[in-house]
């Protein structure tokens, strides 16, 4: 399987935007349903948007719904993830995962590939 490997993380005042990456390495996102996940200190993992392996379905959990964005480029191997409007609740460890041919759903127990997580932290 795909190795991912998660990039754009940073610190950024609220109401900014950032653009997260995921690159697949050593293989391409064909057939992969991927999604962000993200976790901020003290708390479970949350999910909060998916795109499935046909490149056209997504799902975002309902606190993000009009400010991010998950997107993929083929060409380049990579997922995004646009956030705008950013709130400080935004901030935590953001992970991108994978999973062969997923159904697209925000379980993460569906995902079973995962990168190693990149930092967003929202001030405000």
């Known amino acids: 399987q795909v190795r991912l490997v998660e990039s754009g993380g940073g610190l950024v005042q609220a109401g900014g935007s950032l653009r997260l990456s995921c690159a697949a390495s050593g293989g391409t996102f064909s057939g992969y349903t991927t999604g962000w996940f993200r976790q901020a200190p003290g708390k479970e993992r949350e999910s909060v948007a998916t795109l499935h392996w046909n490149g056209k379905t997504t799902l975002y959990t309902d606190s993000v719904k009009g400010r991010f964005t998950i997107s993929r480029e083929n060409a380049k191997n990579t997922v995004y993830l646009q956030m705008n409007g950013l709130k400080p609740e935004d901030t935590g460890v953001y992970y991108c995962?994978?999973?062969?041919w997923g159904s697209g759903d925000l379980r993460l127990r569906s995902y079973n590939n995962w990168g190693q997580g990149t930092q967003v932290t929202v001030s405000s």
């Open positions: 995962a994978a999973t062969l």
